[in-house]
């Protein structure tokens, strides 16, 4: 059975598209078949995360519009061939999308993927209601700060309410992500701590993203950064959160800041 | 306290929106001062004189305008423009969410309402018949608006308003403090008049003559007079 996830927050640049990068590639290289589709028309990004921009040919709004076939739409990632995408168009305006033209997308989608991973725009407007309007479940991308976690608290409202599982009186799953988590900054209170974001959201958490030099670097050679430092801290918690996703229960790691030696020494003399 | 509506093209799909908030709480607008706020309109909209009467004949009490745009025509008629910043206090915001209120299931007890999810940011509760009790927490920017008293098991962040239709009786009973705002029967206070050392604690607030007392629920005195009555005690348009 197909699974359709919205990858959403409400505030913007807070890391749903390298998220969406991510993850899409994670379960593909964990042997999922997997589609990434860039809700964000007018200001694509996901192609460029991607390293697919100089192949795109036809969009989501092409699609939707009936102009090309979703066949002809997708773009097939070079690294791994279990993972696809859909990008956005750069130069209409979302008022091309049109529901019903959305929902025949994603029907199509359902019967080819195993994962249908929508990246929303930011905000509580149309192009994010459409995105997040079929998914089964949500990826809420919070950083650890108040005005990104209070706007995640009013899209949780929304997939709550707005959504087609909501509107049918069934629950829509949501997981909370929280991304660009600085363990240095959340020790010395410049950061909120990990307790209460999940305090205030009361959602389960899928995985804590470390801030890291990583993702910088993947999106600017256009790989996501579990193909491209699938090593390094961010990747390591983007696969543990794609293996979450997919049912595995992993205990999630808060990330602690590497101390230096003295410090360790002295931290267990005082303890 | 007044109410701002903000009205959104398209303007038919609006007044329907509202008429549906109307049927929800019958007496929402009773009597009370609402300030328009016509920012959100394009300069092009035709007659807005006609859709401020079409409202008036709803029952709603237009005290002023904001936002209108100087060519429209016969706006002048419903008071002044309010400049931003003599916004009375921090109005309530129609919400723009679909409350979530459940119907109460038919023979339970319709004077009370549960509600045993989280009130997410942006929603509104509006329940007049009597009191609201969460189970989870109401979010910043989230309100719960209740006849009665309002019980929260959970933290209030956002916006707390009880005693709606004039009950100065009702009281707020919250595990945690954090709110933005709480008001009973009009008298309100926000977080910066509320006493520091309550904020995060378990709480009641009530009327004591027309003042708002607060005291710490798990004190040895709950709800004597030995509450704090704090500072800045603030009545807005005192209905009727
Ligand atoms: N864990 C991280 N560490 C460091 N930088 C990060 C991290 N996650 C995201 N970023 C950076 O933050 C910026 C915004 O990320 P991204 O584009 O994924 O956000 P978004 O939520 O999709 O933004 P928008 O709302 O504009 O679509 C990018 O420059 C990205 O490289
Ligand atoms: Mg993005």
Redesign the interface.
Known sequence: MAKVLVVTSGKGGVGKTTSTAALGAALAQNGANVVVVDFDVGLRNLDLVMGAERRVVYDLINVVQGDAKLAQALIRDKRIDTLSLLPASQTRDKDALTPEGVARVIDQLREKFDWVICDSPAG?EKGAMLAMHHADTAVVVTNPE?SSV??S??I???L??KTAKAEKGERIEKHLLLTRYDPGRAARGEMLNVEDVL??L?IPLLGIIPESEEVLRASNVGSPVTLASPTGAAARAYFDAARRLAGENIEVVVPMERKGFMSRLFGRRVA | MALVLAPEPPLPNWLAALDAQVARAPTFFDGRPVLMDLGALPSSTPDVAAFLRTLEQRGIRIIGTEGAHPSWQGVEAWGRPFPASSKPGRPIEVPDETPKVPSPAPGSDVNSLVIDEPIRSGQSVVFEKGDVTVLGSIGSGAEVLAGGSIHVYGTIRGRAIAGLAGNSKARIFCRKMQAELVAIDGVYQTADDMPADLIGKAVQAWLEDDRMKMTALDSTDTGDANGQSFGRNIRQGRRR
Do not use: A, L, N
């Open positions: 509580i108040v209070r706007d608290d009013r949780i409202g929304m709550d309410s305090e205030i009361s």
